[in-house]
């Protein structure tokens, strides 16, 4: 089952076709909306979206409302320049991390996925991942899956806390409706925005 915990975004719209495309797909993991900012050394950065899962790893969402016409060349280099910043900026934070390491390297590949709502140009550069709703499902399944001993060490590592979100906390909500599924979800909301 795939759980979704909203963030701020300025992107909603966008993000909800995302959730939307994906709740179908059976997914097991963590889709994360307008994920806090992650610093590096030159500048704050902002994820769109990361999504945690055993089937598809960790992918980091930028969101765009279009994409550049076919003769643009600056338009695409922008796009990928945004794809390589969040890469460094995923793999530079997790990299901290040892429980995420295999030897001298992340255990696992942070990939970056670009998501417009509508792809009327394919991409002129085969390193720039592109997807609209409708090839996402078959672009999520080219990506390699995440080793399972991995997903909680992940998850912990995004979350930067471990202590606040007890992973077994409120099991028995059955209805999201509910007073308890209500409960449960600001709980994870505010473990992950602290």
Not at 120 to 147: K, M
């Amino acid at each position: 089952m795939l759980e979704v915990v909203y963030g701020q975004t300025k992107k909603k719209l966008i993000a909800d076709k995302v959730v939307s495309a994906l709740e179908p797909m059976s997914l097991h993991g963590t889709l994360y909306i307008g994920y806090p900012v992650i610093a590096s050394a030159d500048e704050p950065v902002t994820i769109d979206a990361l999504l945690v899962c055993t089937e598809h790893g960790l992918v980091a969402f930028a969101f765009v409302t279009a994409v550049p016409s076919p003769d643009d060349s600056e338009g695409w280099r922008n796009l990928k320049d945004e794809q390589d910043r969040l890469y460094f900026a995923l793999s530079t934070y997790l990299s901290k991390h040892p429980s995420l390491r295999s030897g001298r390297s992340l255990a696992f590949e942070v990939q970056i996925l670009t998501f417009v709502p509508t792809l009327s140009t394919p991409s002129p550069d085969s390193d720039l991942q592109l997807s609209d709703i409708p090839s996402l499902p078959e672009r999520l399944a080219s990506l390699p899956r995440l080793p399972p001993s991995f997903a909680i060490p992940l998850n912990a590592a995004l979350q930067r806390v471990t202590t606040l979100r007890p992973p077994k906390k409120r099991a028995s909500v059955t209805a999201n409706a509910s007073r308890g599924g209500i409960l449960k979800r600001l709980e994870q909301e505010i473990a992950n925005l602290d």
